[in-house]
């Protein structure tokens, strides 16, 4: 994964008092550009649990090329 997201997530969990919530751009998408960043869910949960915390969910039942991560304290 990107320094960048590590850096803002880890900042933002490190900020919050219940938990944090952010969405992330779906790998398998139809079309992609290379401006934006796409990430496999597996990774993402992976990176949560193993630095901010073991109470995670993704939640990626709608129709949107994106999946959303709950990481709470």
Known sequence: MTRFFEN???QM???CKKGIAFN???IFVD???TYLSYRHPNEVLDWCVRNLSRNCTIRHDYELYEFFVYVHR
Request: a negative charge; charged letters at 10%.
């Open 8 to 10: 803002s997530v880890t």
């Open 24 to 26: 992330v751009m779906y």
């Open 31 to 33: 079309w992609s550009y």
């Open 13 to 15: 969990f490190e900020l």
